[in-house]
């Protein structure tokens, strides 16, 4: 069964939120991959925990990995962490002024050879100052004079956008500061 929408907690926020601001901010703009956890309940996935993954090699447009090496990553964490594997989150950078939270053909690989990816989740991110407004189906967050748009997508035919919600995203300042020193995206 194909979730119809995904949950976020504020840890899981920032973890994806850091990782699209670090591969920005790489020298050549990268890529960023993790792997999302959590459960599946009335078609809603709840993702508990995101792990950014560190393996393989990562361009300005793409992060390439060992199917193998990840699966066995995929496997640790869960039994770490005791929860399912949903699927896996990317960053879309902006380059050249264009920047695109769509899913690609190439998106649409399951990375993971025992377990099928339920969602797949792309944060786009660009620079900003501009306030957002949230949209239906996507989640945006201003940080660090930084946009991340967060989509998410069922990882089954017929590969359907789905919204993302973060409750208790509404009630955060415009562009709240990342603090370095924590965990945690918001102080």
């Known amino acids: 069964m194909n979730p119809n929408s995904v949950q976020i907690s504020r840890s899981v926020a920032s973890v994806i939120i850091r990782a699209a601001i ?7 703009k990268e890529e960023r991959l993790g792997i999302l956890l959590g459960s599946v309940r009335d078609d809603t ?10 393996g393989g090699s990562r361009s300005r447009t793409a992060a390439d990995v060992d199917g193998a090496q990840f699966t066995r990553r995929v496997r640790e964490l869960c039994q770490i962490h005791r ?18 939270s769509a899913l690609s053909l190439e998106d649409r690989d399951h990375l993971c050879d025992d ?6 989740l792309i944060a786009a991110i660009w620079a900003s100052n501009a306030p957002s407004r949230q949209e239906q189906r996507y989640l945006q967050i201003d940080v660090n004079g930084y946009r991340v748009r967060m989509a998410a997508y069922q990882m089954l035919p017929p590969f359907n ?18 603090d370095a020193s924590r965990d945690s995206v918001f102080a």
């Open 22 to 28: 670090q591969g920005y901010e790489a020298p050549y």
């Open 45 to 54: 996935a709840f993702v508990k925990r995101a792990q950014l993954y560190l």
């Open 83 to 100: 929860c399912g594997f949903l699927g896996t989150f990317h960053t879309h950078n902006e380059v050249a002024r264009t920047i695109s």
């Open 115 to 120: 377990r099928p990816h339920r969602i797949e």
């Open 161 to 178: 956008l789905i919204p993302v919600y973060w409750p208790g995203a509404d009630k955060l300042p415009p562009n709240k500061s990342l």
